[in-house]
C-alpha cells in the first residue's frame, strides 16, 4: 500500500492523474505481482525525476509500455512501482527526405505508422513485431521485438540510430543520456543503442528514440502455399533463401497455427504444412518472383497456392502477428517458446517440436520464420491441462533447449505462468560473457532498481 | 620490468621470430594511416586467441598499454600506441576458417583482408556487404573495430549489421563467445557494442559474418556534372523518389584528376563532380528505374550519363573510386580526410561550407564521398613536414566537423574517433553522455590499458565523481 508521504511526492511529479494506486494498478501486475504504484510520467524530465524518487525510496521499478509483451523474462525480484511511458507519444522529429523519425518511446507502432503513411509519397518504419499497433516504440527497443519482415529490413538493432536513456546514476539521480544521432553511418564513441536494445529496460529507461525509416514499396503480394506432408514447405523456403529472388518474409507454419487464419486460406483437408513468402518492391520484380515461387511450389508438389494482395495480404499478416495473443486469450495459461538455430537446422528442431507436441497430445501451433532460422510455439493450455502436463512441458523445454544449444542456437521462453518460470530457466545460460553483463549492471544501475531479477541469469 | 625480460616473455608466447624490437621495426609501427605518431615498445605477431590472451595478460601484469593492429591503415590514429606498449600484430592470423551457405555464414580470422573473403565467396555466388573501399588492405578485424561501412552501405548497412559472432580476447586475457551463427541469443548485445569500439574493449580473434547471395543484376551509372552543388542535390531527389540505390559515390574534381593520373579510369577531367551510381537487384524493373534516375539527373543539370554495359567497364569505374585517397598522394605528401556525416538533404549546404572553409585558409580539398549516406570525406592537402601547414590543417578541419554538427550531424560516419577526434567528441556529447560510455569501458577494461587514449575524451573529476584517466 502506498503511504501518504510517498503518494504526495509521486503526485508532486506526475499530478494527481499521473497515478494510481490500490485496485487500479490491479491491471498492472508483472508475472502476478501487482505494483504499488503505477505512474504516468508525461516528459522526459518527469522520468528523471520517478527515477530518481525511487533511488532515494529505495523502490524498484518495472518500465511499461504498450502492455503486449510483459511476460517476457524471469519473475521480478520485487514490484513496487510501474512505470508506464505511454504518455511520452510525441513525434520529436520527422525527417522523410533523410529517411529518420525521432519520437517518445511511448509512442505505438501503429501511430507512426498512420502517420508515415500520409508523409510525401508514403514512408513506413520496417518493423513488424507481434501485435503492431499496440506496441510502443521504447517497448519494442526493450524487448528487441521483432517480426517477420526481418528477413529483409533487419532488427532493431539494425533500424535505430539513436536513442536516449534515463540512467539510475550512482549519484542518487535519475540522469538523461544521449547516444547514437540521426544518421545512417555514425561511428562516434561507442555504439550504446546496441546495449539498451533488448536489455529489457535493465540498464535505463528509453526515453526518445531515432530510427531509420523508408519509402513505402511500389508493390506487395504475399504467395501462401500449401502441402501433404511437413518437409515440402522447407524445401520451398531453402530454395527460395538460396536464389536470388529478394523476398520480405519466408515463413512456415503447420496445420495448428493455420485454424486461426484467414477465410483465404482456410486449410483443406490434405494441407498440414505452408510456406508464406512475402514480396516487396517494384511491380515488375513482385510479378516475376511470385511467378518463380509458384514454380518452386508446383516443382515441391503444391496441394494449393494462394496469391494475397491489397487489404487481405494486409490481414494476414496482421492476424500472424496476434498469434500469440490469439492463444493467451483463448487459453490464458499458456507457453510460449522462442527457438533460435543455424538456418539449415530450423526445419529439423520444429519437426522434433512437432512430434513432442502429437506425443503430449498438445496442439503446439509452430510459426516459423524460415529464413532466419526461428522456431515459434505457441501453447495454449487451459488450468487442468496446465497441471497435468507441467512436468512434461518443462522436460520438453529442457531438451529442446539441449538440441538449440548443440546446433549451436537458444531457446527463450517467452512467456509462461508464473509457477514454470520457477521450473524452468526462460533465459538459458548466458554464457562466458555473464561476468561482463553483470559488471554492466552494476555500472548502469548500482542499485539494482529496474527490473530486478527478470533478465539473463537473474540480472 | 627491463625491456630485454619484456621480449624474451613475449618471444616465449609468439615464438622468437615473431617478436620485433629494433629500433628500425619498430619505427613502422609508429604510425597509421592518420597523422597520429606514437613508438611500440615492442611488436608481436600473434595466430592464436591464446596468444593474445597469453599478452593481454603479460602487459596487464607489467601495466604497460597494448593494443591490436591488423594491416594499419586506419584513419583517426587506432592502430598508434601513443601511449607506448606492446602491438599485438593480427596480419597473420588470416584464415578463413569456415564457408557455410547453407547457413549463410563466414567464421574468419581477425587478419584476413576484407577483399580476400569476397574474392573467395564470388565464384560461388555470395558476397559479405560491407565492402569499405580499403578493402584490398584493411583486416575484418579492423573493419570490426571501426564498423567500417562501404559504398554499399546506403542499402546494405554497415559491418555491424552483417556481424552475428565474435570471439574476443578481454583486456583481463579471458576468451569469450559473443552470439554465434544463429540470432538473437539471450544476454546483452555485447558483439554489438565491442563493433566499433575501436579495439578499446577487447581484441577480436575470431568473427562470424553473414553472407549474401549476390544480386541477380547490377546497373553502374556515371553521371557527370558541371556542378558540385547539382549533383548533391540529385543524391536527395533520388532518395525523395523512393528510389534506394545500392551505391551512390561522389567524387569532385580535385581527386577525379588525381585518380586519372594514377589509374586512368575514365573519369573527365573537366567536370566538376561525378556521381557513381549503382542500382542492384532483380533484372525484372530495373530499366525503368535506371530511366528515373537519368531523368532526375537531367533535371538537375546532368551534362552526360554514362552507363557501363559490361562487367569489366563497371570495374574500372570503381578502380577509380576506390583508389581516390592512394591517388592523393600524387598531389600532396599529405591529407587530412574528415570523416563529417550529415543529413543527406544538407549536403549541397556542406560542400558550399567544407570550400569556403578551403579558402578561408587557403589549402586545396578534394571531395571523395559516400552521398547516399551523407558521410563525406573532405580531403585537405598538404605537407606534415611543416609544422604551420599542419595546424592551419587541424583548424579547417575542426571547423568541417562544426559545419557538419551545425546541420544535425555526426563527427565520424565510419573512420573513427581514434585519437584524431577526442577533442571533436566534446562538440557532440555532453558529460552525462560521455560518463554513460566510460560506464562501458570501465567494466571491460577498468585498467585502462587496452589501447588507451582513444575514443573517449577523458573526464575531469569533478565530473563525474571519480576520475578517469
Not at chain 1, 508506464?84 to 533523410?98: H, K, M, T, V
Not at chain 1, 539513436?162 to 535519475?174: A, F, L, S
Not at chain 1, 564513441?189 to 546496441?194: A, E, H, I, L, V
Not at chain 2, 571491460?444 to 584517466?469: I, Q
Amino acid at each position: 500500500m502506498l503511504d501518504h508521504r510517498l503518494k504526495k511526492k509521486i503526485t508532486d511529479i506526475v499530478g494527481e492523474t499521473g497515478l494510481r494506486d490500490g485496485e487500479r494498478a490491479n491491471g498492472y501486475a508483472v508475472d502476478g505481482q501487482v505494483p504499488a504504484a503505477v505512474i504516468f510520467p508525461t516528459t522526459p524530465d518527469e522520468v528523471e525525476k520517478v527515477v530518481t524518487l525511487a533511488l532515494e525510496e529505495g523502490l524498484t521499478i518495472i518500465p511499461w509500455g504498450g502492455g503486449t509483451q510483459m511476460g517476457l523474462g524471469a519473475p521480478p525480484r520485487h514490484v513496487d512501482l510501474v512505470v508506464c511511458l505511454g504518455r511520452l507519444e510525441q513525434i520529436l522529429d520527422q525527417d522523410a527526405e533523410n529517411m529518420s523519425l525521432t519520437a517518445q518511446a511511448g509512442i505505438r507502432l501503429g501511430v507512426i505508422q498512420e502517420k508515415l503513411r500520409n508523409v510525401g509519397q508514403g514512408f513506413f518504419l520496417p518493423l513488424d513485431p507481434p501485435c503492431a499497433e499496440e506496441v510502443t516504440l521504447g517497448g519494442a527497443v526493450a524487448a528487441n521485438a521483432s517480426g517477420a519482415g526481418r528477413l529483409r529490413y533487419g532488427t532493431l538493432r539494425d533500424l535505430v540510430l539513436g536513442v536516449e536513456v534515463v540512467i539510475p546514476e550512482e549519484t542518487g539521480k535519475g540522469t538523461r543520456a544521449v547516444a547514437g544521432g540521426k544518421t545512417v553511418k555514425n561511428v562516434s564513441g561507442y555504439d550504446m543503442s546496441k546495449l539498451y536494445i533488448g536489455s529489457l529496460g535493465t540498464l535505463g529507461i528509453v526515453v526518445a528514440i531515432t530510427c531509420k525509416i523508408l519509402p513505402l514499396p511500389e508493390d506487395r503480394a504475399t504467395v501462401v502455399a500449401g502441402f501433404s506432408g511437413e518437409d515440402a514447405p522447407w524445401a520451398c523456403a531453402q530454395a527460395v533463401r538460396e536464389s536470388q529472388l529478394t523476398p520480405s518474409s519466408i515463413e512456415v507454419y503447420d496445420r495448428e497455427t493455420a485454424s486461426l487464419f484467414l477465410e483465404a486460406v482456410k486449410p483443406s483437408a490434405e494441407e498440414v504444412s505452408w510456406v508464406a513468402v512475402r514480396l516487396e518492391g517494384i511491380s515488375e520484380a513482385v510479378a516475376h518472383q511470385i511467378a518463380e515461387i509458384e514454380a518452386l511450389a508446383r516443382s515441391q508438389g503444391v496441394a494449393h497456392i494462394g496469391i494475397l494482395r491489397g487489404s487481405d495480404e494486409v490481414e494476414y499478416w496482421q492476424q500472424m502477428g496476434r498469434l500469440g495473443v490469439a492463444v493467451g486469450t483463448e487459453k490464458p495459461l499458456s507457453i510460449g517458446l522462442k527457438v533460435s538455430v543455424p538456418l539449415s537446422l530450423a526445419s529439423e528442431i520444429s519437426k522434433t517440436i512437432g512430434e513432442r507436441g502429437a506425443r503430449m497430445n498438445l496442439p503446439f501451433r509452430r510459426l516459423s520464420h524460415a529464413g532466419s532460422g526461428i522456431v515459434y510455439t505457441h501453447v495454449p493450455l487451459s488450468e487442468d491441462i496446465y497441471v497435468e502436463k507441467e512436468e512434461a512441458l518443462a522436460h520438453m523445454v529442457k531438451t529442446v533447449r539441449e538440441q538449440a544449444e548443440d546446433m549451436g542456437g537458444s531457446v527463450i521462453v517467452e512467456y509462461a505462468p508464473p509457477a514454470f518460470k520457477k521450473k524452468v530457466d526462460v533465459w538459458g545460460e548466458a554464457g562466458s560473457v555473464f561476468p561482463v553483463m553483470k559488471g554492466l549492471k552494476r555500472e548502469f544501475d548500482p542499485k539494482g532498481i529496474l527490473n530486478p531479477g527478470r533478465f539473463v541469469g537473474g540480472i | 620490468m627491463k625491456k630485454g625480460v619484456l621480449i624474451q616473455k613475449m618471444e616465449s608466447i609468439v615464438g622468437r621470430g615473431n617478436v620485433v624490437s629494433s629500433r628500425t621495426g619498430l619505427l613502422v609501427y609508429e604510425y597509421d594511416g592518420s597523422l597520429q605518431r606514437g613508438l611500440p615498445e615492442a611488436v608481436a605477431f600473434a595466430t592464436a586467441a591464446e596468444q593474445v590472451s597469453d599478452l593481454a595478460r603479460l602487459a596487464r601484469a607489467e601495466r604497460i598499454p597494448f593494443l591490436a593492429r591488423g594491416s594499419g591503415t586506419n584513419l583517426s590514429g587506432g592502430t598508434v600506441p601513443v601511449r607506448g606498449g606492446i602491438v599485438i600484430e593480427l596480419s597473420r592470423m588470416n584464415r578463413i576458417l569456415e564457408i557455410d551457405l547453407k547457413n549463410q555464414r563466414a567464421v574468419v580470422e581477425p587478419g584476413v583482408f576484407n577483399l580476400t573473403l569476397q574474392e573467395v565467396l564470388a565464384p560461388l555466388g555470395y558476397y559479405y556487404a560491407p565492402d569499405p573501399a580499403s578493402q584490398k588492405v584493411a583486416t575484418m578485424g579492423g573493419n570490426i573495430g571501426e564498423n567500417s561501412g562501404g559504398p554499399l552501405c546506403l542499402k546494405y548497412g554497415v559491418t555491424t549489421n552483417h556481424v552475428l559472432g565474435l570471439e574476443v580476447v578481454l583486456p583481463n586475457g579471458a576468451i569469450v563467445q559473443m552470439g554465434g551463427k544463429a540470432l538473437d541469443y539471450p544476454g546483452y548485445d555485447l558483439k554489438g557494442v565491442i563493433v566499433g569500439s575501436e579495439g578499446t574493449i577487447g581484441i577480436v580473434t575470431k568473427i562470424t559474418v553473414r553472407i549474401m547471395r549476390l544480386p541477380a543484376a547490377v546497373k553502374t551509372l556515371l553521371a557527370i556534372y558541371d556542378s558540385v552543388e547539382d549533383a548533391g542535390q540529385t543524391v536527395s531527389d533520388i532518395i525523395a523518389e523512393g528510389i534506394i540505390p545500392a551505391t551512390l559515390e561522389m567524387m569532385d574534381k580535385l581527386v577525379m584528376q588525381a585518380v586519372e593520373q594514377a589509374v586512368h579510369a575514365g573519369y573527365p577531367l573537366d567536370a566538376e563532380a561525378v556521381l557513381i551510381i549503382e542500382l542492384d537487384g532483380l533484372p525484372e524493373g530495373m530499366d525503368r528505374i535506371a530511366q528515373r534516375v537519368l531523368e532526375i539527373c537531367k533535371k538537375n543539370g546532368v551534362r552526360k550519363v554514362e552507363m557501363a554495359a559490361t562487367g569489366a567497364e563497371r570495374d574500372k569505374l570503381w578502380m577509380g573510386r576506390r583508389g581516390a585517397f592512394g591517388a592523393i598522394g600524387r598531389l600532396a605528401p599529405s591529407y587530412m580526410v574528415n570523416d563529417g556525416t550529415v543529413p543527406r538533404t544538407e549536403l549541397p549546404r556542406v560542400l558550399k561550407r567544407v570550400a569556403e572553409i578551403g579558402e578561408k585558409y587557403g589549402v586545396a580539398i578534394g571531395n571523395v564521398f559516400h552521398a547516399g549516406d551523407g558521410n563525406l570525406h573532405p580531403l585537405i592537402l598538404f605537407d606534415e613536414r611543416d609544422r604551420n601547414q599542419r595546424e592551419v590543417v587541424e583548424k579547417a578541419s575542426y571547423e568541417i566537423l562544426q559545419a557538419c554538427l551545425d546541420v544535425g550531424g555526426t563527427i565520424s560516419g565510419e573512420h573513427g574517433i581514434g585519437k584524431e577526434k577526442l577533442r571533436a567528441m566534446r562538440l557532440l556529447f555532453g558529460n552525462k553522455d560521455l560518463h554513460a560510455m566510460w560506464k562501458v569501458k570501465r567494466v571491460f577494461d577498468p585498467e585502462n590499458l587496452c589501447n588507451p587514449g582513444k575514443v573517449l575524451p577523458e573526464m575531469e573529476e569533478e565530473e563525474t565523481g571519480t576520475a578517469h584517466a
